[in-house]
């Protein structure tokens, strides 16, 4: 067994369509995953069991080695070494401070996220993930895909919870 094999994976939404972007699916666990190209299967299948709302968007070509599955094997590998305890109460004052490529935050749904490592990873890429930077990204998360496990994707880059009392006007 490898490395990869003894993390956990997202569980394929639809048996028939092991997509690593079905993989991503909320509420989504699997022991396996079977290819790193993303598919398995015809594209018009693929393409057929995506939400609809996901057809007319481009993904942007990553950088090798910066693919879902390399994105999927370093979280399982970071979790371990890092573990998921957060602050409470970030005031977004803060969050706002962390707003460069060097060093990015985003709040999405009440929670802190340190998404600097995740840029480079990004299927919509670098420039659309640093449009939520310094920000509240749940809007724009939730308009191009609210389908997303960004819980499970950013679980070793979670800060905490922002005060709810400073969130107002933060939105991207
Ligand atoms: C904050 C955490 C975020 C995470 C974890 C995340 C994750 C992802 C993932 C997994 C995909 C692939 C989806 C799929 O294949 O169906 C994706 C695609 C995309 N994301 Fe994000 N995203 C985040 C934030 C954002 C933000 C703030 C924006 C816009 C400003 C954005 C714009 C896009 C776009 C345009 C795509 C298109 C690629 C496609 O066709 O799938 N994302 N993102």
Redesign the pocket.
């Known amino acids: 067994m490898t490395g990869a094999d003894s993390f956990s994976f997202p569980r394929l939404s639809e048996p028939t369509t092991p997509t690593?972007?079905n993989a991503?699916l909320k509420g989504s666990t699997v022991t396996h995953a079977s290819s790193t190209s993303g598919s398995i299967l015809p594209a018009k299948q693929v393409a057929a069991a995506?939400?609809k709302e996901?057809a007319n968007?481009?993904?942007?070509p990553l950088e090798a080695g910066c693919s879902?599955m390399d994105w999927l094997r370093r979280v399982g590998k970071r979790s371990k070494e890092t573990g998921v305890s957060g602050r409470q109460d970030i005031p977004m004052s803060e969050v706002k401070q962390h707003c460069t490529k060097e060093d990015a935050w985003?709040v999405?749904r009440g929670k802190v996220?340190n998404?600097t490592p995740?840029l480079k990873f990004?299927?919509?890429?670098k420039e659309?993930?640093m449009?939520?930077a310094g920000k509240d990204?749940t809007s724009?998360?939730q308009?191009?895909?609210a389908?997303?496990?960004?819980d499970m994707?950013?679980k070793a880059d979670y800060i905490g919870t922002l005060d709810p009392a400073s969130a107002a006007g933060a939105k991207?």
């Open positions: 690593i972007q991503l995506r939400p996901a968007r481009q993904k942007v879902q985003t999405l996220y998404i995740y990004h299927p919509g890429g659309m993930l449009k939520g990204c724009l998360f308009k191009y895909h389908w997303v496990n960004a994707l950013l991207s």
